[in-house]
């Protein structure tokens, strides 16, 4: 099971870095984020689909009139229409189990002295 908190920090993060309406229903926000990282949230791996995920998110953040970011956005996009035309041309491509190494580098530059001495000043 995916913490709640999760789906409320999704849900917090998002609504700042996407100028939430003054009116948003971060209730209804958090709800939809937990059924989202609920579903996908617990794939292996393998099984899970990027595009998918992304997707979800995405829908849910026009529901609530969110608009993030264009750089946001195009990463977005380039990552759907990656796994896309990956798959096209390879039905096992699984773009998750390609960025892992990269999720596992930024994670961990996160946690190094350096970057908390830059983000402290």
Not at 8 to 28: K, Q, S, V
Not at 33 to 55: D, H, I, K
Request: net charge neutral; proline share 4%.
């Amino acid at each position: 099971m995916i913490p709640l908190s999760d789906a409320y920090r999704l849900a917090d993060i998002n609504a700042e870095i996407c100028n939430a309406p003054a009116n948003l229903d971060r209730g209804g926000l958090r709800m939809e984020l937990t059924e989202v990282l609920s579903e996908y949230g617990l794939q292996s791996l393998g099984r899970f689909e990027v595009g998918g995920a992304l997707t979800a998110v995405t829908r849910i953040l026009h529901d609530y009139y969110l608009v993030a970011p264009s750089r946001f956005s195009m990463l977005i996009k380039c990552l759907m229409i990656l796994e896309g035309t990956a798959k096209g041309l390879n039905v096992s491509f699984n773009l998750a189990v390609l960025l892992e190494p990269y999720q596992r580098q930024f994670v961990l530059k996160q946690f190094f002295p350096e970057t908390w001495l830059r983000k402290a000043k």
